[in-house]
């Protein structure tokens, strides 16, 4: 079964770090690009970055460029999403998924709440 | 970056009857388009790729169509599980991917 797993997820206060995994299961990592996309507490879905199969491309929505970094260990079926100088605006459950260009699948999710 | 827009916000319909869901582009996406089926507490789900191919798994009763900047997704008779959050996702032109802002199928 393909599966993913996000974890990480927590309070945080402003101007604060945080890094998300999504662990995968069922299918070789190395074969896709994979995707982060966040939805805000009742709020849509917004894409936020995506890597390539071995990393050598990667690419974020303007709102997080030079603040958060998508990485990915292969060996360790892992993916990972490091979040820095986060703001209030950031709070929302984040999602990996795998990125064939349409998510599919998506993991269960993971909050991240920045608040002082 | 490429604006997708649903249409209506909120759909109100009783079980057994045909839902019909629009997906606007904001330029041409060719049939990169993909349609998603949220329900509360769940991760979005594919239903719909390349505008109407159904996903592993999805009932024959969800249909879409459409090309270049007109979509449409059809539920032709609602059934109970029906009830959710749909979403547009267009996959044409990016970064970034651009997702419309939902509708919602609720029960009249």
């Known amino acids: 079964e393909v599966q993913l797993v996000e974890s990480g997820g927590g309070l945080v206060q402003p101007g604060g770090s945080l890094r998300l995994s999504c662990a995968a299961s069922?299918?070789?990592?190395?074969?896709?690009?994979m995707s982060w996309v966040r939805q805000a507490p009742g709020k849509g879905l917004e894409w936020v970055a995506n890597i390539h199969q071995y990393g050598s491309e990667k690419y974020y929505v303007d709102s997080v460029k030079g603040r958060f970094t998508i990485s990915r260990d292969n060996a360790n079926n892992s993916l990972h999403l490091q979040m820095n100088s986060l703001r209030i605006e950031d709070t929302a459950v984040y999602y990996c998924a795998r990125d064939r260009d349409r998510l599919d699948p998506w993991g269960q999710g993971t909050l991240v709440t920045v608040s002082s | 970056e490429t604006l997708m827009t649903q249409s209506p916000a909120t759909l109100s319909l009783s079980p057994g009857e045909r839902a019909t869901l629009s997906c606007r582009a904001s330029?041409?996406?060719?049939?990169?388009l993909a349609w998603y089926q949220q329900k509360p507490g769940q991760a979005p789900r594919l239903l719909i790729y390349?505008?109407?191919t159904r996903a592993t798994g999805i009932p024959a009763r969800f249909s879409g169509s459409g090309s270049g900047t007109e979509f449409t997704l059809t539920i032709s008779s609602l059934q109970s599980e029906d009830f959710a959050v749909y979403y547009c996702?267009?996959?044409?032109?990016?970064?970034?991917?651009?997702f419309g802002q939902g509708t919602k199928v609720e029960i009249k």
């Open positions: 996702q267009q996959y044409n032109d990016w970064p970034p991917w651009t």
């Open positions: 390349g505008a109407s």
């Open positions: 069922g299918f070789r990592l190395s074969d896709y690009w």
């Open positions: 330029q041409s996406v060719n049939s990169n």
